[in-house]
């Protein structure tokens, strides 16, 4: 079964095909899609959810329904099933179906089956809630609207997936009516302390840590330690370094040993004081430049060196490292103390750093 397993991990395109094969099967209208209402489209899921009508009122008078309603109302309530029995074996198989659809190794669009299943839980405890108290809790009239349940579940539990609080203000702007801006951010606020109680990644950066994508931003919230952990225990040296003094005829030398895109530029290297950086193919322009001329020239008098931007001490931790780099898009950050150069870290190095400390978590 394991060697089975890794072969189709191996074959990205028959693992694709093999799970999008079973998850058409299994919602199929005719299969297990019959109890899902696997013919309404996500839009329609969505409408048939959010709707303030109550699904028990909708059965004591179906007759009465408009064309949209009663075609939702006979998905959700098929011949044989009620409509609770339906809600709960759609809640139950969805999460199902979308943790196999998360393992397909292809880009996909999750945030919207997430927020139908969050609309679907609020429908089940709301349709749940007006069943109960049918009888009216106040003046013989029940104030519960099964819709609003929706939709303060649907941005509850996609605020809680993604760690945002973004699904609050989509659900305000889906109704257009502030009545649900208090009820829904509240969810939303309630459902993300409760996620990140336990400092674990998103639902997207947990799938950047198993798909091992470059970006990888969750960890400092997986590795909270990161945020005191120093740098210098992780600099690695500079590589090639130029003198400002330095004759042209080295120059050409430490051009051709090194493969460095910016070459840092220190006073000596006796005393490195980092004065700023020459790039590479403007180095390459100088030396060609004044390729004719006496190779005994100093650096300084033929290319003009360029500040350093960005540049961190040892006592940086590795959260602020972190957060500059992935701000600036920086590939690699020098590390100065007193304005002496002590080596470099990389976007690279940042990874391995990371991705080693979240493992000891």
């Avoid at 094969?21 to 209402?37: N, Q």
């Avoid at 405890?125 to 013989?140: K, P, Q, V």
């Avoid at 004065?275 to 100088?286: A, K, M, P, V």
């Amino acid at each position: 079964m394991c060697l089975l397993f890794t072969f189709l991990i191996s074959r990205k395109s028959l693992y694709s095909a093999i799970v999008a094969f079973l998850l058409a099967c299994f919602t199929f209208y005719h299969s297990a899609g019959h109890f899902i209402a696997s013919e309404l489209t996500m839009r329609q899921l969505l409408t048939s959810m959010l709707d303030g009508t109550s699904w028990y009122n909708i059965s004591q008078n179906i007759s009465a329904l408009p064309e949209p309603q009663n075609t939702f109302w006979q998905a959700w309530n098929p011949p044989g099933k009620s409509y609770f029995q339906t809600l709960t074996f759609f809640i139950i198989t969805k999460v199902g179906l979308l943790v196999v659809a998360c393992t397909l190794p292809l880009p996909a669009g999750y945030f919207m089956p997430v927020f139908v299943y969050g609309a679907a839980v609020g429908r089940f405890i709301g349709e749940g809630s007006f069943y109960l108290l049918s009888g009216g809790i106040s003046s013989g009239k029940s104030l519960i609207n099964p819709g609003g349940y929706a939709l303060a579940g649907a941005a509850a539990f996609s605020g809680a997936v993604t760690h945002t609080l973004s699904p609050a203000l989509l659900a305000v702007e889906m109704t257009g009516q502030c009545s649900y801006a208090v009820p829904a951010l509240v969810a939303t606020l309630v459902s993300n302390a409760v996620a990140r109680a336990k400092h674990r990644p998103s639902f997207y950066d947990g799938i950047s840590l198993i798909k091992r994508l470059p970006h990888l931003p969750s960890l400092i919230r997986a590795c909270p330690k990161l945020a005191d952990v120093q740098i210098k225990q992780f600099v690695i040296p500079a590589g090639a370094v130029l003198e400002r003094s330095e004759k042209l005829i080295s120059v050409q030398h430490i051009l051709k040993e090194s493969t460095d895109s910016e070459l840092p530029v220190v006073e000596s290297r006796d005393f490195s004081v980092l004065l700023g950086t020459i790039n590479r193919s403007q180095l390459r322009e100088c030396l060609l430049e004044h390729r004719n001329e006496d190779s005994c020239k100093q650096l300084e008098e033929v290319c003009c060196v360029q500040p350093v931007r960005l540049h961190l001490t040892p006592d940086s931790t590795v959260k602020q490292a972190h957060c500059i780099m992935s701000i600036t898009g920086e590939q690699r950050l020098f590390i100065t103390e007193s304005g002496r150069l002590c080596g470099v870290i990389t976007w690279k190095e940042m990874k391995k750093i990371i991705e080693e400390m979240a493992k000891e978590v």
